[in-house]
């Protein structure tokens, strides 16, 4: 266990005079750290090629509505403006995953306020901004439904797409069925069980059950969805602000009937994402302007527009029942969480459908239900946020966990210990947890907070009218089953190109790929090169950095890639050691190495000689070769266990909540980078921390009431606690790449339950609904 | 259309555009100074930041017009050849993860830093709370400003 406070800490390799080739385990300094402080980093946001022009989105000011006309004369008689795209000059085909429910611009009506209907292109930004307004919209507005519990029912005020049971289903997805088709406005049910049920209700002697609601919220990446793309007939090129390129190019060569190896898609740095650069958005809408000129277009969302025209986190209403035996034995749980969908399916079927296999990992329970539901109503769409839906879950399954206990008179922590799934165990899915210290990452926040002495540590919240409480909460993250290729290269010289088709959205995947390959050749992480995320230049990969997939699927697909890499090495430099066994060859720091004699052959001996380099793989004068790793046997290659507990202070007067220290302890697998795990960590909890307390898009009808960054309360450094501690376990994974795992999301999955049990701590209130906003703590506070 | 001379990283530029132009908009598209961000359009994230007579100053919120007669800095003009104190404790400390909001936090730092050289933490905290930062929840930010400050001292 190593407990981090700061960077400096975990960076002694270099001044301990540990060898500079000491690639894992080692806070190697990002590969991109320099050119981000000095500006030198390009976004697609800087992207301003010779004439380009620029494109702004034209959406629908009605949640709800038949679309009479949409008259572009006037925009396109504006002097600058050079080109206008409507539904008319677009595929008249829908796009989506698992159900394809939405076109490029809207088509017969409208669904959301920010749907997009056109799109100009003009010299100037003000240009095509005015042209924006000169576009004339006529609607006959049709009643709208926003509540999510209304629109599920079986006679909603409004079906959101009427004829949704006829649309197009792709990759295994599938219409709802029996008697789910009577709610016409549910997209997608997904239900999993385990255990008889009824049973182990009966069996209880105490049930419990409670509703949770999550509110919405957005992503507020600092760079907004942006692309520019360049169509010259059927070759098309995008750079985009993107987490999956792979995706775009085929989504875009299917919409748009392009030959796929002509459509390129390119990831310049990316200025986050958090999921809400999985799906293609302004890439559709850019392409069917672009299409009309032979100049770049570039389309960039306004702020604003981030807000209604680009998918946001879901509102999320769960109800949970739990059985429980006096001892406190959790025997029964059925768990139903409906999702709003907003107008089209973003993410939302994809999260609904995981919500069932994901909700598991933490305890045994011998009887699961487990329902997700994805509604649509007249609103933005939603997608996927950072954990796709799961943390949103853990919030009441922890919160439950609390309210269980404090029915039964039963210590929080010590229930949930009782309950705790551990290595070795199986849980309802029969997958068995692999080597992890749950037990110690679930005990560890509160053991690093200690004794709290509030007058001594907060004299700040010392006056009457503070109250301070402490709270805890666990989860688990499954990281889910998947697939991806890769490429790697090994050039005379020994210095590596790793080609992987997932970008580096500031994560920092790249330098991880370095070290990881560095180390699978034993050489200097400076040695290698990483070609991320461009169509062109790496392999498919239909996944990206989703789902916290990124370390174990593309660390073990260039491991793959290493080792055959190797072995051809070795092979190829067999004949140089005499009667050396190739197998007994090793490689390192760009040389075949004899390690019972000691003698070395440079790669460039065997790949630059005059001799004619006898390998299938040599080609342009390296070596490369495809890696490829996919993990099907079971739902998710592996959880990952975090717990956090949170000191905060509440105001009795005003509901105002401060999160005073907040400690996360995480069971990460091997720590590639320490320094970048603490990132992760930190950061990941710092979000958590806006969307627990302040983060929540108002809507008015459909209508985004706060969709400015003055208004939405996209958290400042005075808002979070500096105090935020990280304790990082690392038992050595089983099937992640050299015993990794994965942490981008995990922080994320206990932070709101925690701060929660704090807020009930101090104030005694049951905080069942998110963000716990002054306005709702203190409302809860005088209803006590 | 309005001539306006700028002084910008030390080079003097005559540009020709709407004096009511936001200076964000002539330095990226105008001078291609690009490591001046924009995010929030409405003056609260401060990743447009720039120094103005060495002010940190949100460049989306000043027409171009009014900047005539002073010197602007950017990121691009803040560290010389190589690294400026502040921005090599950034890349020591991992500060950053995207790093779209690194030139505008780099910026504001180095105005904390120019008027209080042994800041607090809590100082800190305040000094850059007018830069919006989405992943890193600001504490290696903080710990990096305070890194730089004692490297001064020393």
Known sequence: MTANRRVNDTTSAEHDGAPAREQLGRSHTRTDAADKVTGEAAYTMDMYPEDVLHARLVTSTEPHARLRDVDTAAAEELDGVVAVATAADAPDTRFGEFVRDQRVFASGKVRYVGEPIAVVAAETEAIAERATELVAVEYDPLPSVTDLEAAG?????????????????????????????????????????????????????????????????????????????????????????????????????????????????????????????ERPVVEPRVLAVARQTDRPVRLALTRHQQYTSAPSRPELRVRIKDGVSEEGDLLARDLTADISVGGYNEEVYNIANSVPTSVLGSYDVAAVRRRANGVYTNRPPYGAFRGFGLPEVNFAAERHMDRVAAELGLDPLEYRAQNLLEAGDQNALGETLHPCENRAVLRAPIERLGEVDVEADYPDYCGEEWTVGIGHAYGNKAVPQGETEVRLDVAPSGDLTARVGAPDVGQGSNTVV?????????????????????????????????????????????????????EELARLAAPRFGESDPDALQVADGSVVDPRTGKEVPFADILD?????????????????????????????????????????????????????IVTAADVGTAINP?????????????????????????????????????????????LPYD????????????????????????????????????????????????????????????? | MTDVQLTVNGNEHTV??????????VLRQELGLTGTKESCDSGVCGACTVLVDGDATKSCLVPV?????????????????????????????????????????VLSAHDLLADNPEPTVEEIRAGISGNVCRCTGYVKIVDAIMDAADARER
């Not at chain 1, 080609?619 to 000191?647: F, K, M, N, T």
């Open chain 1, 675 to 719: 320094a970048a795990v603490e990132q992760q960590l930190e950061g990941g909890t710092g979000q958590a921390i806006g969307g627990a307390l302040y983060e929540e898009i108002v809507y008015d009808d459909g209508r985004v009431r706060n969709g400015t960054f003055k208004d939405y309360a996209v958290p400042k450094s005075t808002d």
């Open chain 1, 609 to 661: 000689g005059e001799r004619a380099v006898e390998s299938e793989l040599f080609e342009d004068g390296v070596l490369s070769v495809l890696g490829r790793y996919e993990y099907h046997e079971e739902d998710h290659i592996y959880w990952v266990p975090v717990a956090q507990a949170a000191i905060v202070a509440c105001n009795t007067l005003t509901g105002e909540v401060n999160v005073l220290r």
């Open chain 1, 724 to 784: 935020s501690e990280t304790v990082v376990f690392e038992s050595v994974d089983t099937e992640g790449p050299f015993g990794a795992k994965s942490v981008g999301e995990v922080a994320l999955f206990p932070t709101a339950a925690a701060i929660a049990d704090a807020v009930e701590d101090a104030l005694g209130i049951e905080c069942t609904e998110l963000p716990m906003t002054p306005e709702r703590v203190l409302d809860q506070h005088l209803d006590t």
């Open chain 1, 153 to 277: 029912a079986r006679d909603p005020p409004a079906v959101v797409h009427e004829h949704v049971r006829e649309y197009e289903t792709v990759d295994g997805g599938a219409h709802v069925e029996g008697a789910a088709r009577e709610r016409p406005n549910l997209l997608t049910t997904a239900i999993a069980e385990s255990g008889d049920l009824e049973a182990a209700f009966s069996a209880a002697d105490h049930v419990f059950e409670r509703e949770y609601t999550i509110n919405p919220l957005q992503h507020c990446t600092m760079e907004p969805h942006v692309a520019v793309a360049r169509a010259d007939g059927d070759d098309v090129t995008f750079w985009t602000s993107h987490q999956i390129p792979h995706v775009v190019k085929e989504e875009i060569a299917d919409l748009f009937e392009l030959p796929p190896e002509n459509v390129v898609v390119k990831t310049p740095f990316a200025g986050g994402a958090f999921g809400g650069k």
């Open chain 2, 65 to 105: 017009g009014k900047v005539a007669d002073t010197t602007v800095t950017t990121i691009e003009g803040v560290g010389g050849d190589g690294l400026s104190d502040v921005q090599q404790a950034f890349v020591d400390g991992f500060a950053s993860q995207c790093g779209y909001c690194m030139p505008g936090l």
């Open chain 2, 16 to 25: 020709a555009v709407d004096a009511h132009r936001p200076l964000r908009d």
């Open chain 1, 514 to 566: 370095a070290q990881m390959v560095a180390k699978a050749f034993d050489t200097a992480v400076e040695r290698v090169d990483v070609v991320a995320g461009d169509t062109d230049k790496t392999e498919r990969d239909f996944q990206g950095p989703s789902g916290s997939r990124f370390t174990p699927y593309t660390g073990n697909a260039l491991r793959v890639a290493a080792a055959r890499l190797r």
